[in-house]
Every structure is written in structure tokens, then in C-alpha cells.
């Protein structure tokens, strides 16, 4: 019995070696969102973790590699569920649907990280960390721009600029982070379907309209 104590206590403490750099995460998101870069510290994130700042360093050898971690990871998992998502809807509208809602998933599932990896954008960052969160961030945009592009060209959507209406539709999400409660009444996916609701309105093509461009592609095919 004292082997079996022993062997548990041993493989706890090395799930719990294994798991602190992402417990150092969770901290430095949480502190990043709270106070910006330049307002969170490596002695901050490690008073937070409880552990000295040599042991940080251990797991990461700067702020902005800790920082970029944060950022590029969101960016990344954002991407893949997004993706993901619309992959799987049909319609023009669905793939614009899956790719809102899902994204407002990833928001409440990681608010703080969202929060840190959205200010890469708006602060004087390194050339490396920059480059890597805009090319994800462009791949994001490019993913939604797609998608209304598609529908455009379906004639499901009115003839509207595939990269206004997703900037349209983008800065619902990011005014989102800025008031947005995590006890509010309404939880971020419901929030975002909403404006969805009203949005996607204005976005379809009325009927006479679609109707005249799909006899207009079967005539083309045809000819």
C-alpha cells in the first residue's frame, strides 16, 4: 500500500511538472488581458504562479516568447474550429452562421487568451510575433470573406463587397470582448446569433433577384 502511495504522489507530481506551462498560460493570459503587455511583468506571472522567476524561465526565456505562445496557439485553435465548422454547413449562410458562432465558442471557452491575442494588433509588438498573429489573423478573415463570396456569387447573397460585409461582421465579435459579461443574461454564441439574425437580413438577395441569376447561370452552362 505504501508502494501504491508512493507511485501516485510520484505520477502526480510529474502531471503536475507537465501541466505548468499551461498553467503559466492561463496566468499570463489572464494578466495580459487585465493589464496589456507592457503592464504585465515576468515577476507578475510568476508571483501569480506562485514559483520564482528562474523557474519561468525555465519553461519560457521571455515575455514575448510566453506572450507569443498565447497569441499564436489562439489564433491557430481558432482557425482549425472555424474551419472546421464550416466545413461541415451547406448553404452560403450556414458557412457564415458556423463560422460566427463557432468563434464566439472559442471566446467563451478562452476569454483572456482571446483578449491577449486581440492586442498584438493595436501595440508596438516585435517583428516576429507580428508577423505570425497577422497571417493567422488574415487566413481568419480570408476563411469568412470565402464564405460570403460564395454566396454572392450563388446569388444567395445581394451583390455586397465579400470584404465589407466581413469586416461588418468581424467587429461584432471584436466589440464583443469589450462588454460582454461572462454572467450576463445571454451567453456569447446567443449574443452573436442575434446580430446574426439581424445582419444576414440585409445580406440575402431578394427573391426575383436570386431566382433571375440562377436562370442566368443555367443559361450560361448551357450555352
Request: charged share 25%; net charge positive; glycine share 6%.
Amino acid at each position: 500500500m505504501a508502494t501504491d502511495r508512493a507511485a501516485k504522489t510520484k505520477a502526480s507530481r510529474g502531471a503536475a511538472v507537465e501541466d505548468r506551462p499551461t498553467q503559466l498560460i492561463e496566468i499570463a493570459s489572464r494578466l495580459f488581458a487585465a493589464h496589456g503587455y507592457a503592464g504585465t511583468s515576468l515577476r507578475d506571472i510568476a508571483q501569480q504562479a506562485k514559483i520564482t522567476k528562474a523557474a519561468l524561465y525555465y519553461h519560457f526565456p521571455n515575455k514575448e516568447a510566453l506572450y507569443e505562445q498565447i497569441v499564436v496557439d489562439n489564433l491557430q485553435a481558432l482557425i482549425d474550429r472555424v474551419g472546421e465548422a464550416v466545413e461541415q454547413a451547406d448553404s452560403a449562410t450556414e458557412q457564415v452562421r458556423a463560422f460566427m458562432v463557432t468563434a464566439a465558442d472559442v471566446f467563451a471557452e478562452a476569454p483572456n487568451a482571446w483578449i491577449a491575442g486581440s492586442n498584438v494588433f493595436w501595440s508596438s509588438m516585435g517583428p516576429q510575433i507580428r508577423a505570425a498573429a497577422v497571417g493567422r489573423r488574415d487566413r481568419f478573415e480570408k476563411l469568412l470573406r470565402d464564405c460570403i463570396a460564395k454566396g454572392v456569387a450563388s446569388g444567395e447573397f445581394r451583390d455586397i463587397d465579400p470584404a465589407t460585409a466581413g469586416r461588418l461582421l468581424l467587429s461584432t465579435l471584436n466589440q464583443m470582448t469589450r462588454w460582454i459579461k461572462r454572467e450576463g443574461r445571454l451567453t456569447p454564441r446567443q449574443v452573436i446569433e442575434q446580430y446574426l439574425d439581424i445582419i444576414l437580413v440585409g445580406m440575402k438577395a431578394p427573391a426575383p433577384a436570386k431566382a433571375a441569376r440562377a436562370t442566368a447561370r443555367r443559361s450560361a452552362a448551357k450555352s
